[in-house]
């Protein structure tokens, strides 16, 4: 087991801590490092795509859990995987699919292990349908504060609790995960332009569930009548009818988007309120008004920003303008019935002229089993805006007011300065998740720089 000392930071790459990092190869040596953690405590970490300091602990010790990467077993009658807590979703995409089956839940990047996935609850564009990824853990194997490895599985208190929890009820080492049979891989897509915020609600809902994956990228940018308009692309998995069309399709999504193009033409890489506007403007005209029989891979559908170096250079952007590095990513959801309060919110962000680098809307269903888990039945928005902007904690501490007046919540698991009595307000659960904890863990064995920040 190698150990070394690093400054680590969340995907955003803001507030870097520095801790110990143990690199466990296997669950006997991921329970010594949990046996022999130092007075801050220790916290296991996956692939570091965690926006905000959810995978950090500042002056304690951090398991990199990557290397724990074994795929155990696959089972073709029940439909279910085994696997180690450290083994990435994008592998899992790779592995399933020529088998016939997928994973039940594929959140926006594949670049996250299946323990960091379940610890945050991820969900995915067709959580209306499938609900969060707790949903389809049939067990998985904890190790506690006290060194041992406990089976825990769902509609227990311990289940609950770790199923969003942020890794602070112990460290996930293994997860048996429920699959779904697809005939391919392949995902058949259907685009459609939206005029505005109002008309790009009425698409969404107009289509049901005929088609299950669905999401919106929302134009920040547009003010006045065109406030909130954006594209709306939906997907399902296609038939095995359409595989001999593949390869010409394949060879079209190779093509940069529009959109792209004009950001890589930024001159010295500023990236302006108007430059911002311009490249809206120009990834809005170029979607088509309605197209539909498009093919696209899952890696191009569900994971486009893993493997986009023009989005990528956009999320830096600022840190070129302002010698300041850092994204911070905004992600809130509120309930049906409380759209006049995602319009208020979506109008504030365009008349502050924030340059967001992505905006990205989809529908929620019911709400997980998880006690901290972030879904619940409504409208999810999620903002990234360069961290360097003048006066953003005063401006997103006023966008919290509004989300919790409209009994919204901020996301735990995506957020990087949130205050700890505006967690306790939009998550009732969370005395019980400290009880639990209390009760569980009484010397503090896990901890990390947000349950600190937010008196978790």
């Known amino acids: 087991m190698s150990v070394d000392t690093v400054s680590l930071t969340g995907w955003g790459r803001t507030a870097p801590t520095t801790a110990v990092r143990f690199r466990p190869r296997t669950y006997e040596e991921a329970a010594a490092v949990v046996r022999g953690r130092g007075p801050r405590g220790a916290l296991a970490r996956g692939l570091g795509r965690a926006p905000g300091d959810a995978a950090q602990n500042a002056g304690g010790s951090v398991l990199d859990m990557t290397g724990l990467d074994r795929i155990r077993a696959l089972d073709e009658v029940a439909g279910t995987v085994r696997c180690d807590a450290g083994v990435s979703l994008e592998r899992l995409l790779r592995v399933l699919p020529p088998r016939g089956w997928f994973p039940p839940v594929v959140p926006g990047t594949g670049r996250i292990t299946v323990g960091g996935a379940i610890g945050s609850d991820v969900h995915g564009l067709d959580h209306p349908a499938a609900g969060s990824l707790a949903r389809h853990v049939v067990a998985l194997e904890l190790l506690t504060a006290d060194g041992e490895v406990r089976t825990v599985t769902p509609g227990t208190a311990l289940f609950d609790a770790t199923a969003g929890g942020l890794g602070l009820t112990g460290v996930i080492l293994s997860a048996t995960l429920r699959l779904k049979r697809v005939a391919t891989g392949l995902i058949a897509v259907s685009t459609e332009r939206a005029r505005d915020l109002d008309d790009l609600l009425a698409r969404f809902t107009a289509g049901g569930d005929r088609l299950p994956y669905a999401s919106a990228w929302v134009d920040l940018s547009a003010r006045g009548r065109a406030a909130g308009r954006g594209v709306l692309t939906r997907g399902e998995h296609a038939p095995l009818s359409v595989l001999p069309a593949h390869a010409r399709r394949t060879a079209a999504r190779r093509q940069r988007e529009p959109w792209a193009a004009a950001l890589s033409a930024l001159p010295g890489g500023l990236l302006g309120p108007a430059a911002a506007a311009l490249v809206d403007e120009v990834r809005y005209r170029s979607a088509p008004r309605a197209r539909s029989g498009e093919l696209r891979t899952p890696a191009a559908f569900f994971h486009p920003l893993d493997a986009a170096p023009a989005t990528d250079r956009l999320h830096r952007l600022s840190a070129l303008a302002t010698g300041r590095a850092g994204v911070v990513r905004y992600r809130f959801t509120v309930g049906y019935g409380q759209e006049e309060a995602l319009g208020r919110v979506v109008r504030r962000i365009a008349a502050r002229r924030c340059s967001a680098l992505r905006a990205g809307l989809q529908r929620f269903g019911a709400a997980s089993p998880g006690w901290l888990s972030f879904p619940a039945p409504g409208w999810a928005l999620t903002v990234e805006l360069p961290a360097a902007l003048p006066g953003l904690g005063r401006f997103l ?50 901890r990390s720089d947000l349950a600190r920040r937010l008196d978790l």
Do not use: H, K, N
């Open 397 to 446: 501490d006023g966008l919290d007011a509004e989300v919790a007046a409209a009994g919204g919540r901020v996301c735990l698991a995506q957020d990087s300065r949130m205050r700890p009595e505006t967690a306790a307000a939009m998550y009732p659960r969370l005395p019980e998740f400290r009880e639990l904890r209390a009760e569980l863990d009484p010397t503090g064995a896990f």
